[in-house]
């Protein structure tokens, strides 16, 4: 049983475009969260949610909207899509406490590589 | 965001060998420490989280230690093995929710 996944695994569009990126963690977690890939293969936080709620969104363009429906989803929206948004992106979900979600591992999904052309 | 430096950048070692990498953070605002390893083609997976100085965790052949007051962090890995080979990243945390990840070292382990 996954314990996040993402769909889709690969995503190939053209400029201008919109897509959207699901992310689903079985964990019963209630923080998420949004990473990219950059081209020198740097792990970058997007965006945090707990308990369907933004909390952190970092600086990345507003053509990129979060959307968690629910705690166990949250998904990613992308309108007019540019060459530089390809790379690789990651859902990850986490516990949280008192302490915080940083003092709990995360777990990552298994990535969605987007490419546009 | 804070600047997470991680050193080396890679490594070649012999299968059997003992090796150890370094990552460094600034000591303010610190609020816990992750290690992930991550495999070719797959997902980073969580090694430790560690929260106060002077905490040391093992798992296996892997161990870490912290140290919050200097801001920085040790990963050791005993005697080598291929499976072994993935990038290492260290992520700190300077705030309940957000960490930083380092460029990471990417270790390969010669048979």
Known sequence: DTAVSQTPKYLVTQMGNDKSIKCEQNLGHDTMYWYKQDSKKFLKIMFSYNNKELIINE???NRFSPKSPDKAHLNLHINSLELGDSAVYFCAS???????????????????????? | ?????????????????????????????????HW?????AKSPEALFVMTLNGDEKKKGRISATL?????????YIKGSQPEDSATYLCAPGAGSYQLTFGKGTKLSVIP
């Not at chain 2, 080396?8 to 953070?25: A, M, Y």
């Open chain 1, 59 to 61: 600086t990345v363009p």
């Open chain 2, 67 to 75: 140290n919050t007051k200097e801001g920085y962090s040790y990963l």
């Open chain 1, 94 to 117: 986490s516990r949280y406490g008192g302490s915080g979600a940083s003092s709990y591992e995360q777990y990552f999904g298994p990535g969605t590589r987007l490419t546009v052309t």
């Open chain 2, 1 to 33: 965001i804070l600047n997470v430096e991680q050193s080396p950048q890679s490594l070649h070692v012999q299968e059997g060998d003992s090796t150890n990498f370094t990552c460094s953070f600034p000591s303010s605002n610190f609020y816990a420490l």
């Open chain 2, 36 to 40: 992930y390893r991550w495999e070719t």
